[in-house]
């Protein structure tokens, strides 16, 4: 793993929290897009190197709307850059992690993404990222 890439945190209103991060962050979202396949609307801000995702559910039974019924909003994930997901996700399943996909794919900001369970992460929804090269 690179680096972490991104935090992911599930809000109930997009808007009003592109507000408030962008008066704690001092700026606006870089990038505004819907990922209608994970039933969500994403932002994302650029801190350095990291990036803060907000995720707002689309779908009332999308992973984020079930994620917000049950925690509230907050923190959802965080996700690591890789330079190969495949071989990450073949390695990490020889390790004893359990995938939620047994391929990657189409993520948000132009990324090839894999969850790993929560249950074999100590509780945390990891995941995996890989820019796609145009």
Do not use: W
Not at 122 to 130: H, S
């Amino acid at each position: 793993m690179l680096k972490v890439e991104h935090i992911g945190i599930a809000v109930q209103d997009l808007a009003s929290a592109n507000q408030l991060f962008a008066k704690l962050f001092n700026k606006a979202a870089y990038k505004i897009e819907e990922v209608e396949s994970e039933g969500v609307n994403t932002s994302f801000f650029q801190l350095g190197e990291t990036k803060i995702e907000l995720l707002e559910a689309t779908q009332e039974e999308s992973p984020i709307a079930k994620f917000i019924k049950k925690r509230g909003e907050g923190i959802h994930h965080i996700a690591y850059e890789v330079e190969n997901i495949e071989a990450e996700m073949s390695r990490l399943e020889k390790e004893g992690f359990t995938l939620l996909n047994k391929v990657p794919k189409q993520g948000a900001d132009n990324k090839l993404v894999c969850f790993l369970h929560p249950k074999s992460t100590n509780g945390v929804l990891v995941e995996l990222c890989q820019e796609i090269i145009k």
